[in-house]
């Protein structure tokens, strides 16, 4: 027997759509969305934590190098070989190049000719470099490639002479000797002095001629003398610093020079290697602008060949709490005399809040007087200083026990900071002490000021009294 199949479908009951989970999550998407909104319209207030420390300044200069220079000249025609790098130390005699007719080879007699194959029919003049001075090339193939730097094209000249100069120089060991006695038409040093191949015009260049535009390298030109293979009589070959003492010149603004003025020394640091040295300081006035001469006694063979050197000027600052020129607020307050601040006068310590009295007249004519109590932000020699919010201009304050009376009007201006420590912007009073482009050092420890560790407003523009502060 077949039994009836069951065709009826019974549909499930489906519950509401809006359920608690569904409002639950409603909800926090709309408060992510509100939260959204407000931190991209609201301007975010950055915090910055003070430090205490010394400013670093930026005391850096390119300084013009002064030294004494003999410039040597060529006393005939010919073409020019040179025997020794630029840098190195000529004696009295010294060959450091010759003027000769013929080609460099002929400068040097006599010649170590070595003989060819039966099938060669000339002499070759040959050289060999012992290991020093492979040594030497290597070392100065490295220095180099290190330094090279491609807006110094000049280098790649200066390198070149270089070669030559160590080239020949190891041929004159090996044929001439060490006084260059076989060199023909050899220019010999008529003194004592540190060898450069180049010339600019400043070697007569005394401290005290010197002018502004001394200092304008896009003026500045160097004639390197090594490029001129063949020379007339009376052109320069090369020139000799024959004193170690020499002057390093900067350009000072007139605020730095009023710094130096009392100083007879200063401390320095050479960029190039960061040494350090101490150098005497005279500082002297050229038109509207000042010059800061530093003389030196030692270094000068480091940077003969140089005419500006960088350096820096290592000042003894003073020390205190360091803070961002960004977070500096200027802000206005009204003066009170103190004999119209009523306080507890026996504490030694000056008040936070001082309490003032203010005559009232009500609708019926009747005087009466209301104490009012606010926040004091800097105390004067002869009173204090309040938020101009507590008051208006024109507000009588009357003094205790007394009918005498002192209208609210003088202001006074002062420089601050705005503390975020709380969670809401309290303006403190700073006194800077030293300054340069982007912060200044503030003093330590006063009443209304700032202490280490404090948190501030990294910029004063973004941020009012009693602002609710969220930083970052």
Request: glycine share 6%; proline share 2%.
């Amino acid at each position: 027997m077949n039994r009836k199949k069951n065709n009826k479908i019974v549909k499930y009951r489906n519950g509401p759509v809006l359920n608690i989970g569904t409002v639950l999550f409603g909800v926090i998407f709309v408060y992510m969305i509100i939260c959204l909104v407000m931190y991209v319209t609201t301007d975010h207030i950055t915090a910055y934590e003070v430090t205490a420390g010394p400013l670093a300044g930026n005391y850096r200069y390119n300084a013009l190098a002064l030294r004494t220079e003999t410039i040597v000249t060529a006393d005939h025609a010919g073409s020019v070989s040179y025997y020794v790098r630029e840098g190195s130390k000529a004696g009295s005699g010294t060959a450091v190049c010759s003027v000769n007719e013929g080609s460099l080879s002929a400068s040097l007699v006599p010649e170590k000719v070595s003989v060819g194959s039966e099938k060669d029919t000339t002499a070759v003049q040959t050289s060999t470099l012992d290991e020093d001075s492979l040594k030497i090339l290597k070392e100065e193939m490295e220095s180099f490639s290190l330094g090279f730097q491609q807006e110094n094209f000049q280098a790649v000249y200066n390198f070149k002479g270089d070669l030559e100069s160590t080239l020949l120089e190891a041929g004159i060991s090996e044929t001439a000797g060490t006084d260059g006695s076989s060199i023909v038409n050899a220019c010999t040093a008529p003194t004592e002095g540190i060898v450069v191949f180049s010339t600019d015009g400043f070697e007569s260049k005394l401290p005290e001629s010197l002018t502004a535009s001394d200092f304008e390298q896009k003026n500045y030109e160097k004639k390197n003398l090594r490029m001129n293979k063949n020379v007339k009589s009376g052109d320069p070959i090369y020139k000799l610093v024959t004193e170690e003492n020499w002057y390093l010149c900067i350009l000072l603004d007139q605020k730095m020079a009023t710094e130096l003025a009392a100083n007879n020394s200063v401390k320095f640091r050479f960029l190039k290697d960061d040494t350090i040295f101490y150098a005497g300081l005279q500082i002297q006035k050229v038109g509207n602008s000042y010059i800061g001469i530093l003389s030196m006694d030692k270094c000068m063979s480091l940077y003969a060949s140089e005419r500006y050197v960088d350096i820096e000027l290592v000042l003894n600052r003073k020390t205190g709490l360091k803070i961002p020129n960004s977070a500096i607020a200027i802000k206005s307050f009204y003066k009170i005399p103190e004999e119209f601040a009523v306080y507890d006068r026996e504490t030694t310590s000056t008040p936070s809040e001082i309490s003032v009295l203010c005559p009232v007249v009500d609708k019926n004519g009747t005087e009466s007087v209301k104490t009012k109590t606010v926040t004091v932000y800097d105390k004067t020699e002869d009173g204090f200083l309040v938020d101009c919010s507590s008051f208006q201009k024109g507000d009588e304050l009357r003094k205790q026990n007394s009918q005498k009376t002192y209208t609210i009007q003088e202001t006074e201006s002062i420089s601050g900071v705005y503390n975020i420590n709380k969670g809401y912007a309290v303006f403190r009073e700073i006194t800077i002490i030293d300054e340069n482009e982007e912060y200044c050092i503030v003093e330590a420890g006063s009443t209304f000021g700032l202490a280490q560790y404090d948190h501030i407003a990294l910029n004063a523009d973004t941020v009012n009294d009693e602002d609710i502060v969220i930083h970052y």
